[in-house]
Nanobody, 125 residues
């Protein structure tokens, strides 16, 4: 499974950006897919997750109400819609995936078997 992120770029504060995570040839609804970010000076942290197979979504406190995770109808892409962006949201955003049930918290990086290369998002005026 190869994950590819896209959609990063330079955004002004308060604006929106849509990030996509694709996996050619794979049905992503079979995998739990998470979005993580690496903000300068901090550890990689969980942003959001969409679980398989029930599609339940999870959000970090800073993301809840501003960001939305979803899968497309073909289940080949997981999208992270970023709204009301702030300068502190600047970082590299990664998608990651694992398959199968788990009792561990969705933000546990070790849960995820596959990782994309990341897409940078910069919020600046």
């Amino acid at each position: 499974l190869q994950l590819v992120e896209s959609g990063g770029g330079l955004v002004q504060p308060g604006e929106s950006r849509r990030l996509s995570c694709g996996a050619s040839g794979f049905i992503l609804s079979y995998f739990t897919v998470g979005w993580f970010r690496k903000v300068p000076g901090t550890e990689r942290e969980g942003v959001s997750c969409i679980s398989s197979p029930n599609g339940r979504t999870h959000y970090a406190d800073f993301a809840r109400g501003r960001f939305t995770i979803s899968r497309d109808n073909a289940n080949t892409t997981v999208t992270l819609q970023l709204n009301k962006l702030r300068p502190e949201d600047t970082g590299i955003y990664y998608c990651a995936a694992f398959r199968g049930p788990s009792d561990r918290h969705w933000t546990d990086l070790d849960l995820y078997t596959w990782w994309g290369q990341g897409t940078p998002v910069t919020i600046s005026s």
